[in-house]
T-cell receptor
């Protein structure tokens, strides 16, 4: 089992470009989430989903969009990239109120 | 908003010594989790302790939870150079399972 996979590992964007960060899990968990990690900070929740077809906003949702059409996949879309979105993005999955399993992360640089 | 605050922000010790990190939080919680992050890598789950538990052990790790003081501590005994990493506490305060992370403690274990 791969656990949680994220692609790409690294991406450079220009301001205004859009892109989708992919996240997939084979652990059969209903709950999935996206976090961003900035230097010297802990992780902050962007969006989360408690099951296919259900998504909700976290602490820092502005500029991001998500959808959940299947249990396995939870893509994160940047609508119009800004330098403030330069960060490392982590996807996670797990049972509700249980251990969360994190992917390896995507490093995003917005110029 | 950051719920958890780790203390100290940085800790440098010699191999074989014990390392203690503390975490304080603000609201009631369902559980508290500790994660390790090696430089440039994803998060690895260490221990989950529920609000009705006071202490938990896993190998060389010991976690305590004091809900009356809204604080937790992580003790790593007989530390090794491989324990060098950042350690984060994350609280689960709501019904969805969303985690709120602190800024982390950077542990350096010198051989």
């Amino acid at each position: 089992n791969a656990g949680v996979t994220q692609t790409p590992k690294f991406q450079v964007l220009k301001t205004g470009q859009s892109m989708t960060l992919q996240c997939a899990q084979d652990m059969n968990h209903e709950y999935m989430s996206w976090y961003r990690q900035d230097p010297g900070m802990g992780l902050r929740l962007i969006h989360y989903s408690v099951g296919a077809g259900i998504t909700d906003q976290g602490e820092v949702p502005n500029g991001y969009n998500v959808s959940r059409s299947t249990t396995e996949d939870f893509p994160l879309r940047l609508l119009s990239a800004a330098p403030s979105q330069t960060s490392v993005y982590f996807c996670a999955t797990g049972g509700r109120q249980e251990t969360q399993y994190f992917g390896p992360g995507t490093r995003l640089l917005v110029l | 908003s950051q719920q958890g605050e780790e203390d100290p922000q940085a800790l440098s010790i010699q191999e074989g010594e014990n390392a203690t990190m503390n975490c304080s939080y603000k609201t009631s919680i369902n559980n508290l989790q500790w994660y390790r992050q090696n430089s440039g890598r994803g998060l690895v789950h260490l221990i989950l302790i529920r609000s009705n538990e006071r202490e938990k052990h896993s190998g060389r790790l010991r976690v305590t939870l004091d809900t009356s003081k809204k604080s937790s501590s992580l003790l790593i005994t007989a530390s090794r150079a491989a324990d060098t990493a950042s350690y984060f506490c994350a609280t689960d305060p709501g019904s969805q399972g969303n985690l709120i992370f602190g800024k982390g403690t950077k542990l350096s274990v010198k051989p």
